[in-house]
């Protein structure tokens, strides 16, 4: 057999999902990196250099007088620059306007007449002919090479933070009840509209497509009104996991029927209709036969909810709160940076653990993504 040549079309085709493959990788490679790489070299240098020595300006200050010792006649102070770290000095200076003024081995001439020889392994030799005086000893300042280095203390840093493992659990909390309930409700809802005839059944279909175009922000805080004048005459506080999971059950629920309903219309109509030959009902059709052949549709709602909910804010502090006790996850770590900002390793190592678990959710059930968003969208049933 002669062997088939691909079309440049499909060469095109593969290596366009290739890179779009790596421009969505690469962001989440990026964070994971920078999370694990060393503060210093992280505030200095980019995540993909994070295998390369990366050169950083260091200011280490000498002993004052008290460490100085005579030798031949003349008085010295001696240490290192490094403090035992696994760096290489490539140039030092005594002055803050020339921090590498001189290449490390090289001997500089102080204002004041002393000698400083600072070597490649940082070990110094401070040299005057008078005697050292005062506490405070000289500045000096390095530019040293610094081989890679990762450490998970930036993780330690924020799993300490006071709070984040409430945090934790409450985003869990909030998350797996409001992906759960839509899905259940709106399981029913896709069979009855795909299968079932009623009169208004076309009416509903419409208004559903419609209400996935309403913004939440508009439907906020007519729906958290809505929500307290009940809870106000049953007697339920407003503040509840109730009322929260019922907010985003009723966001979710127009893609969840959307979503399902397309679905299930393009399931095989001849095992329905085998089913009621054989005097099963509309609800044991549903759970034996619709239900286990729509879990790809289901797993692929499931994971679109789940990452709704996970990093939600607004939702979460408008129907939760943001007392101690009750603060979501994103809710915490926004504090968090609120007060850390400035510190790089908090920012990546926080985002991390933000999105490790949608991550975990995503990989779990992504083989079931695309066949849940496609089948059943050219036949409409």
Do not use: C
């Not at 934790?168 to 409700?185: E, G, K, Q, W």
């Not at 036969?289 to 804010?313: H, K, R």
């Amino acid at each position: 057999m002669l062997a088939t040549k691909r079309s440049p079309l499909v060469w095109a085709v593969h290596l366009s999902v290739l890179l779009i493959v790596i421009l969505w990788t690469l962001p989440t490679a990026g964070l994971l990196i920078s999370s694990l790489r060393d503060k210093d070299q992280l505030a200095v240098s980019g995540w993909w250099t994070a295998l390369s020595t990366s050169s950083q300006n260091l200011v280490y200050r000498a002993p004052g007088a008290e460490a100085q010792a005579q030798k031949d006649g003349k008085f010295v102070i001696s240490g290192n620059v490094l403090d035992g770290a696994n760096a290489k000095v490539s140039a030092f200076g005594f002055s803050s306007r020339e921090p590498a003024a001189f290449p490390a081995g090289q001997t500089a001439t102080l204002n004041d007449g002393a000698q400083l020889t600072v070597r490649e392994d940082g070990s110094f030799d401070l040299v005057s002919d008078k005697s050292f005086e005062g506490d405070r000893g000289q500045r000096i300042f390095i530019t040293a090479g610094v081989p890679p280095r990762f450490t998970f203390d930036n993780y330690r840093e924020v799993l300490r933070a006071a709070g984040i493992g409430t945090s934790f659990i409450n985003s869990l909390t909030v998350a797996i009840p409001a992906t759960v309930i839509p899905i259940l409700i709106a399981a029913f809802a896709a069979y009855a509209l795909a299968w079932m005839q009623f009169p208004g059944r076309a009416v509903l279909v419409a208004v559903v497509v419609g209400l996935l175009v309403v913004p939440l922000q508009m439907s906020l805080i007519p729906l958290l009104r809505l929500y307290n004048s009940i809870g106000g005459m049953l007697g339920v506080p407003a503040k509840t996991y109730a009322g929260i999971w019922l907010a985003h059950t009723g966001f979710g629920l127009p893609l969840a029927i959307y979503l399902l309903r397309n679905y299930m219309a393009g399931l095989p109509k001849e095992i329905m209709e085998s089913a009621r030959v054989d005097g099963a009902s509309d609800f044991e059709i549903f759970v034996k036969i619709i239900l286990p052949l729509s879990f790809p549709a289901l797993a692929s709602f499931a994971i679109f909810q789940f990452l709704w909910t996970w990093n939600d804010l607004l939702v979460a502090m408008v129907f939760l709160g943001a007392g101690d006790q009750e603060l979501v996850l994103t809710g915490r770590l926004v504090n968090l940076l609120g007060s850390r900002g400035g510190n790089w390793e908090i920012l990546t190592a926080s985002a991390f653990i933000t999105i490790i678990v949608p991550l975990l959710v995503f990989f779990a059930l992504q083989r079931y993504l695309v066949r849940g968003l496609l089948a059943g969208s050219v036949k409409g049933g």
